[in-house]
């Protein structure tokens, strides 16, 4: 992991923030914003696990700064990590089917999940990612610490108004 | 130089022509890479596309919420065409749009779109009219998407077009550099090949020339050792012995009549034996006092030649002589033959010249002196013829006496002369052996005694014997005329001290009178030929004793000397070489 990325990450752990891996899965109690489901161990709604604003607030905050493909400069994200989220529900298998508002539907392998510190975003430079621009959620890979994201094939996997993620 | 210089003209153009090519096809081929990753507008068609799908579905839900349908959620689907058009108003997209010239066309989309979201709230079931003023924004919002999908699909088109175009541009140019570096390596190839085969013939013609040059060497070898074998046997045929040196001084060769020549231990003349070891063994073997050089050191250096006697083989001549190499040669003869042959001849030479100059000499001498003592004879009897009658007895008795001592003296004289003329003419030779001069001494003495009646000779000796090396017979005579003299000049009854000694290497046989003695300034002349000092006058004589004596002691290696002060007597004395100390080998018993 670049230096970087250390700098910014470190005084977010410092926050007293709950052991998630080990909570078990409370429902949440407004409408969800991200629903997870496939090959989960722990699911709060039937088979799947819905997420709304508080629950995912509950996961290790992280920062990001990177440029995109679609958007001019260098942006500041926050969010979660893809991986922390993926623990958390106890995902096991090959790839993420991630669907988008736009029924925006694309295949991440779970490897770059653990190979990148991806970034599921939900604010940029400050603001609150909203569906009427690229909210609530955006999938924002590292691109300015690894050159190999600096690729058509990784820039399709930018994932925005994401809203259903299916482990398979 | 200028001979070499195309050698490696070609290869360096050819170099760099191949690094030009290649860095020509390296900075094409990393545009083309550069170009590749430049994908922002290719996202474009995609994001027009997913904003007209956006469009109808907003269409959709609109009319199915205007049919009743509960589940519709046109507000979903407005945020979605919102997220879509906020897309294309942002950076990049709204660039590439402002490059086309259709940004205006999206400002007029978003300006329908926001009057499409308060219209959303005043939709109602079932009311036709309400969904009217909707579709009244969304259908000219439609179209702006759809002029612009149009004009972004003919600038993509263009755009790939062109892009291909410059690709391959790029492409042929690789190609062409890299049809160059194939031309400038197939050259170097070339260059390399040929420079390999004229390798091969140089090598080959060196090989060549090896072999000629091998083949010359051998036959000059060869020549020469035809030649040296030729010189080795002429020089072992010959009757001289040769040895050859090299320029250090080493024995390289020698014929095996060198070691027959010479008496020297075979090892002497071994090969790398150095010359002057050789000359001093041959130094050591040859007779000393007969050798006929001055050094054989002096020859080490340059050229020599010097004749040498090796006692029982004979006379050796040995020749040194540098030679043009650097080197010496050392020839040596036998010239024993030559030698005696030499000598022998010498002698007779001398054997002649002594007769001759015995009768000159004895011609001159008999001429000189002789006069005087036949004037005297003649005047003598001319006064007896005259005046004979008148004379008494005793008086004709007196003058015959007299006569007959001028007689006596002539017939002296005659002896003496001719022993003189003897030795002037070398006819009297020494034959040196050991004897003992003690009772040599006293049978002279003895023998004077009796033949002039005078008995006072002491004979006194520090040793005995006192071996000298002499002629027995010429020291006799040496002592007869020493003691004569001796007697001669002493008063009547005067003693004769004679004394017998040694004094280093020499014997000596000292005669000391007390007679008149002799003046000192004629003692340096006694030993003249024919001197009389003038205070002799009345003593007999004829001035030869001593100038015999002198003579006949020198040439046997002795001496006679003589000292005196006048009136107190004279001394002479015999020298000769004693045997002990000259000739150590000598017999003492001879």
């Known amino acids: ?168 | 130089m200028r001979l070499r210089r195309p050698a490696y003209v070609l290869p360096g153009l050819a170099i760099l022509a191949f690094a030009t090519f290649l860095s020509l096809a390296l900075v094409r081929l990393f545009l083309v890479e550069q170009d590749m990753r430049d994908n922002v507008d290719e996202n474009m068609l995609w994001v027009m596309t997913q904003a007209q799908v956006a469009g109808h579905h907003l269409d959709g839900e609109v009319n199915r919420r205007l049919l009743g349908d509960p589940e519709a959620d046109p507000a979903l689907r407005f945020d979605v065409l919102t997220s879509r058009l906020v897309l294309l108003d942002a950076g990049p997209q709204r660039r590439y749009l402002e490059e086309i010239g259709f940004a205006d066309r999206l400002d007029r989309s978003l300006q329908h779109l926001e009057a499409i979201e308060p219209l959303l709230d005043t939709l109602e079931p079932r009311v036709p009219a309400s969904g009217e003023a909707i579709h009244g924004h969304l259908e000219p919002l439609m179209a702006q998407l759809n002029r612009i999908a149009n004009a972004v699909m003919v600038q993509e088109w263009e755009a790939t077009g062109a892009r291909l175009d410059t690709h391959r541009r790029n492409m042929l140019q690789a190609i062409a550099s890299i049809l160059g570096i194939l031309a400038s390596g197939l050259v170097l190839v070339a260059l390399l090949v040929q420079a390999l085969r004229q390798r091969r013939a140089a090598q080959r013609a060196l090989a060549r020339h090896r072999d000629e040059l091998e083949l010359e060497v051998q036959r000059r070898t060869r020549d020469l050792e035809t030649e040296r074998q030729r010189v080795v046997a002429a020089i072992d045929t010959a009757p001289d012995g040769f040895a050859a040196f090299d320029e250090q001084g080493r024995l390289v060769l020698a014929n095996p009549q060198l070691g027959e020549l010479l008496p020297l231990p075979a090892s002497r003349l071994a090969k790398d034996q150095p010359l002057p070891g050789l000359m001093g063994a041959i130094r050591e073997a040859a007779r000393r006092e007969e050798t006929e050089c001055d050094s054989l050191d002096q020859g080490e250096r340059g050229a020599l030649q010097c004749d040498l006697e090796f006692e029982g083989r004979g006379w050796r001549q040995l020749m040194l002589r540098s030679t043009q190499g650097g080197g010496q040669v050392l020839r040596v003869a036998d010239i024993t033959r030559y030698k005696a042959a030499a000598q022998a001849l010498e002698r007779s030479l001398q054997r002649e010249r002594g007769v001759s100059d015995f009768y000159r000499s004895f011609a001159g001498m008999v001429s000189h002196q002789f006069r005087t003592p036949l004037a005297v004879i003649d005047s003598g009897l001319q006064r007896l013829l005259r005046r004979g009658e008148r004379m008494s007895a005793d008086e004709r008795a007196r003058r015959y006496l007299g006569l007959r001592e001028a007689v006596d003296q002539m017939t002296r004289l005659v002896e003496s002369s001719l022993t003189a003329a003897r030795l002037d003419g070398g006819q009297v030779e020494a034959n040196p052996e050991s004897c003992d001069l003690v009772p040599l001494a006293e049978q002279a003495c003895r023998l004077q005694q009796e033949a002039n009646d005078h008995p006072h000779i002491q004979v006194s000796t520090t040793a005995r014997p006192l071996l000298a090396w002499c002629d027995r017979a010429l020291v006799e005579q040496v002592l007869a005329n020493l003691l004569s003299n001796a007697i001669k000049y002493s008063p009547r009854g005067g003693t004769i001290r004679v004394t017998l000694g040694r004094e280093e290497e020499r014997l000596y046989c000292r005669v000391q009178d007390h007679g008149i003695g002799i003046a000192p300034d004629d003692l340096p002349r006694v030993f003249e030929r024919f001197f009389r000092s003038r205070h002799a006058a009345g003593t007999p004589g004829v001035g030869l004793g001593l100038n015999i004596s002198r003579h006949l002691a020198r040439i046997q290696g002795g001496e006679v000397t003589a000292e005196s002060e006048k009136g107190l007597g004279a001394t002479f004395t015999l020298w000769l070489p004693a045997t002990q100390g000259r000739h150590d080998h000598a017999d003492p018993d001879r």
């Open chain 1, 1 to 168: 992991m670049p230096r970087r990325c250390l700098f910014w990450l470190t005084p977010l752990l410092l926050i007293p923030a709950s052991p998630v891996v080990a909570d078990p899965l409370p429902a949440p109690e407004e409408p969800p914003l991200l629903q997870v489901t496939g090959n989960i161990t722990r699911t709060n709604q039937d088979d799947a696990a819905h997420f709304d604003r508080e629950l995912l607030e509950r996961l290790p905050r992280h920062e990001l700064q990177t440029s995109t493909s679609v958007t001019d400069g260098v942006n500041h994200f926050e969010g979660f990590l893809m991986r922390d989220l993926l623990d958390w529900v106890g995902a096991e298998g090959e790839t993420a089917a991630a669907l988008a508002l736009n029924d925006y539907l694309i295949e991440i392998p779970l490897a770059d999940f653990h190979d990148y510190d991806v970034l599921v975003a939900d604010t940029m430079d400050g603001e609150t990612l909203t569906p009427r621009d690229k909210g609530p959620l955006w999938i924002v890979y590292p691109r300015d610490d690894h050159s190999e994201l600096q690729d058509i094939r990784y820039d399709y996997r930018w994932v925005w108004q994401l809203h259903h993620l299916e482990i398979q």
